[in-house]
């Protein structure tokens, strides 16, 4: 198809100039962490921050190659269980066992909102049709509906500004307070991660019980592979889950849900 733009708002000039930035290998152009905006930094100290995130060997640990065949042969095993155990229909199973896996790429959003010059970066790894990609948007299916049913479960800051209009008094005295995590994603234990996702299946009683193990083993596979390259160097996760995998917000939510039960 011959696509034609329309209603062009660039000069030639100025298309000219987005072609040589993009071409300009000097800088990196990424987005900022929190507030919409573009950050233009230069591309050594980009490639410095991003070492630095990985340096860090309790996260994250560096393999000595592509690990891509030795996880796909593991990830059709446990595709042929799902199908064999009737969990797992055919179609699904094709969807799940990717064929020709991309493989994984970390990129960093830049922290400007606390610092202008070096920004710190927060850590995403770009996995669309990864190993593991379908079985995450697969694990989510199930985890939503867990995340929605949490007692302390709030949409968005309009789900928030309702809740609060339909309070019928709001005394003086008392104080509306956030509480954040560092890095969430990134800490989660892998097995504390994994509990508050059988805490869920476990108060669900329409599941059967097969199925559940099998949502378990899972989530597991793709905690403990959550593989990725920079600048042609492979690393492994070893701690939490990866921010950009579908699941990762859900099994974060129900990781917090278990920790707010058991402490507040």
């Known amino acids: 198809m011959n696509l034609k733009v329309k209603n062009v708002n660039l000069t030639k000039v100025e298309r000219q100039a987005l072609e040589n930035l993009e071409k300009d290998v000097s800088i990196t152009i990424k987005p900022a962490d929190k507030g919409g905006g573009v950050v233009v930094m230069d591309t050594e100290k980009y490639k410095q921050e991003v070492y630095r995130l990985l340096s860090d060997t309790t996260t994250y640990q560096k393999l000595k190659k592509n690990p891509t065949q030795e996880f796909k042969k593991e990830m059709t095993t446990l595709v042929k269980e799902g199908l064999s155990l009737g969990i797992l229909d055919k179609k699904e199973s094709e969807f799940l066992d990717v064929k020709n896996p991309v493989i994984p790429v970390i990129y960093q959003l830049l922290k400007i909102h606390k610092r202008l010059v070096d920004p710190l970066g927060r850590p995403v790894v770009a ?138």
């Not at 954040?180 to 869920?200: C, F, H, N, R, W």
């Open 127 to 264: 996995g669309k049709n990864s190993l593991t990609s379908h079985m995450s948007q697969y694990i989510d299916y199930f985890l939503q509906k867990y995340v929605v049913q949490m007692l302390s479960f709030l949409k968005d800051s309009n789900d928030v500004i309702n809740l609060v209009h339909s309070l019928d008094t709001l005394d003086s005295d008392i104080w509306l307070a956030t509480a954040d995590v560092t890095s969430l994603y990134t800490v989660i234990p892998m097995k504390l991660g994994l509990q508050g996702v059988e805490v869920a299946l476990a108060e669900d009683t329409q599941m059967p019980e097969d199925q559940k193990s099998y949502i378990l083993k899972c989530v597991n596979f793709c905690l403990t592979h959550n593989y990725f390259m920079f600048k042609n160097e492979f690393f492994l996760q070893r701690v939490g889950v990866a921010m950009g995998a579908k699941f990762s917000p859900s099994l974060a939510n129900l990781y917090m849900a278990m920790w707010e039960k058991k402490y507040y």
